[in-house]
């Protein structure tokens, strides 16, 4: 039982932060428990309490200790107690916050990823995509099309074949991450979530936060690397079985997904794989929410709260922003646009046809089966989406009580 409810903490206390990790990003620090993946973005002055709070030091000496050796008067109390509401601290006064931390990672699974996701099988994972981009230029006919789409003749069979043959890659997808960041010593789960009006598998990587920024890319890109090696397989299956079978139609299936899957992961405004991978490279706490803030702050020129949130962002913050915040108001206008004038009128006709099918055939012919297929897979696909809704909305929650945690 956590016993943080009957500690106070003041200014003698002796507080031990030594379990958190400290990675510089820019111009700010993460700093973190990767046990339980819960981090925040500090200025470098909080580094200095934490390399000194180690549980033998009262908060007075480390405020003290900071303002003799590096000048600067520390609010430490207030610090540690934002630190304490967000239960990133391990001890007050020799008493442990909550359980023991303990070492969650799966040594097999950590050793299982280590040997597919390393600096050297990276070095191939980017051979693969060079290979699969030349093998479908280089041969018209492997170059995926929208004929490819369709496997069966009858709709209803050929949606549930696609259907399982996508749950299959988008499962190895995730996969991928979650075995790239066993290697890194990060524990990952696996959930699905909504973007925007999409439908999304999406691996929790958050322990990523404490690790060196160099290497978090390889779990971020782990699952497009495993794609280009389906890919280059796909390529080989159609080169060398009768172009007749149904294994060289499901290659080129199987080829035609992944590179749509692939191309998707530049949509980075629905928080995709690249997504993070910019984040990453622009030292940005969260991208999108920076991005939101800068078309609020554009949208509501009079609303004074939003612009003092912009004007306490670091400048690098603000300048991924701006720029997030440009693709992401053109990328949910032409998704917008896709969704109303294809999407619906689509899925109105699909579940029209499949009601007719359903009602005008028997129960032994084939074709209402063509139709039941269509309307279960529509069922689904709107549970899964109840699902993936219910994840976002307790991200958001969770995200609402740490902001207000800091605050």
């Avoid at 020799?94 to 070095?123: D, H, I, S």
């Avoid at 979530?193 to 890109?221: C, H």
């Avoid at 060398?240 to 499901?250: E, F, G, K, R």
Wanted: aromatic content about 14%; hydrophobic content about 45%; glycine content about 6%.
């Amino acid at each position: 039982m956590r016993e943080e409810a009957a500690i106070a903490l003041h200014e003698a206390s002796k507080v031990d932060l030594s379990h958190l990790s400290i990675q510089p990003e820019g111009d700010e620090y993460t700093i973190g428990d990767p046990t339980i993946q819960r981090f925040i973005r500090v200025p470098e002055a909080a580094t200095f309490v934490l390399a000194l709070a180690n549980g033998s030091r009262t908060l007075t000496e480390i405020k003290e200790q900071i303002h003799r050796e590096k000048g600067l008067d520390l609010d430490v109390l207030d610090f540690v107690q934002t630190l304490h509401r967000l239960r990133l601290v391990y001890s007050i006064d020799g008493k442990v916050m909550g359980e023991p931390r303990q070492n969650r990672e799966q040594a097999k699974m950590r050793r299982v990823g280590g040997w597919l996701f390393n600096r050297y099988t990276a070095w191939l994972y980017a051979f693969n995509a060079c290979l699969a981009c030349y093998m479908m230029f280089a041969n018209p006919e492997m170059f995926p099309h929208y004929r490819d789409m369709f496997v069966f003749q009858q709709i209803g069979l050929n949606s549930l074949y696609v259907c399982v043959i996508a749950c299959l890659f988008v499962a190895l997808h995730e996969f991928a991450h979650f075995l790239a960041a066993s290697s890194a010593g990060v524990r990952s789960t696996f959930r699905l979530n909504m973007r925007f009006i999409f439908l999304v598998a999406e691996t929790d990587m958050t322990g990523l936060w404490g690790q060196p920024r160099s290497k978090r890319y390889l779990p971020y890109l782990a699952g497009m690397a495993w794609d280009s090696t389906w890919i280059v397989g796909m390529l080989f299956i159609q080169s060398n079985v009768p172009v007749d079978s149904l294994l060289h139609a499901t290659a080129k299936l199987v080829t035609l997904l992944l590179v749509l899957g692939t191309l998707s992961q530049f949509m980075f405004f629905l928080r995709t794989d690249m997504y993070f991978v910019i984040g990453n490279l622009t030292h940005s706490a969260d991208l999108a929410q920076s991005g939101r803030l800068f078309l609020k702050k554009i949208w509501k020129r009079k609303e004074e709260t939003l612009a003092a949130q912009w004007n306490r962002l670091p400048e690098t913050e603000k300048k991924a922003g701006r720029v997030f915040g440009f693709f992401y108001a053109i990328g949910i206008v032409c998704v917008t646009y896709l969704f109303l004038f294809f999407t619906i009128p689509g899925l109105f006709t699909s579940l029209s046809w499949a009601i007719r099918e359903v009602s005008q055939y028997r129960i032994d012919q084939m074709l209402f089966w063509d139709g039941a297929i269509i309307l279960g897979l529509f069922v689904v696909r709107m549970l899964l989406k109840l699902i993936g809704a219910r994840n976002a909305f307790k991200d958001w929650l969770q995200k609402r009580a740490q902001q207000q945690g800091q605050g």
